[in-house]
């Protein structure tokens, strides 16, 4: 038998996969339950809904996110390398983390409170790491930068700006060189100096 947090683990991981190939609002507890090779009761034990476990599948993807932010920019000393590391695994990571970036960017969820909160959490979290790197970049002597705020702030902005072409557009394009040419821009800006 396995105890609870295990078999909500499980369902977790199982509604990931179904609500990536179907999308939230395709998606049933039926083909949920199928999935798990359960009845649909045993997972109305855990989860009252089917938005209860898109909140639960949501918040599972924001931790790994955060995890794997969290260790890229620990890996790396210099404020410059960690700004690099942070925009690369985020970008990356929304790629693979379908249904959180869902969540936090379809405005067709917008009715569901918890998407509302996550997204926020996100946005602060985000821009209180690029305020950290810009500060201690800037008390280093790494970045010229006035003012740490608006700079993060510009970071973040070009960074959604890159989301839409990124993820919604049909056209394959070669997106490391456009990361690259963000970095540069960021780093380098666009004048002859």
């Known amino acids: 038998m396995v105890n609870k947090e295990e078999y909500k683990t499980k369902i977790i991981l199982t509604a990931i996969k179904i609500f990536s190939r179907y999308g939230f609002k395709k998606t049933t507890m039926e083909e949920i339950s199928k999935a798990l090779k359960k009845g649909k009761s045993s ?53 693979k983390l379908s249904n959180y970036y869902n969540a936090v960017f379809d405005k067709n969820l917008d009715h569901y409170d918890f998407i509302e909160k996550i997204r926020m959490r996100f946005d602060r979290e985000e821009l209180a790491t690029f305020r950290l790197i810009i500060y201690v970049g800037r008390q280093r002597g790494t970045f010229r930068v006035d003012n740490s705020e608006y700079t993060a702030m510009a970071i973040q902005t070009m960074l959604k700006g890159f989301e839409v072409p990124m993820f919604w557009s049909k056209r394959d394009l070669d997106n490391e060189s456009r990361l690259d040419a963000i970095l540069k821009v960021i780093f380098y800006g666009i004048l002859n100096k």
């Open 43 to 95: 997972i109305y034990y855990y989860y009252k809904s089917k938005e209860e476990i898109f909140e639960a599948v949501v918040l599972y993807e924001a931790n790994q996110l955060r995890s794997q932010l969290t260790s890229a920019i620990k890996e790396v000393e210099d404020p410059a390398e960690k700004l690099t590391n942070y925009i690369f695994v985020r970008m990356r990571a929304f790629e």
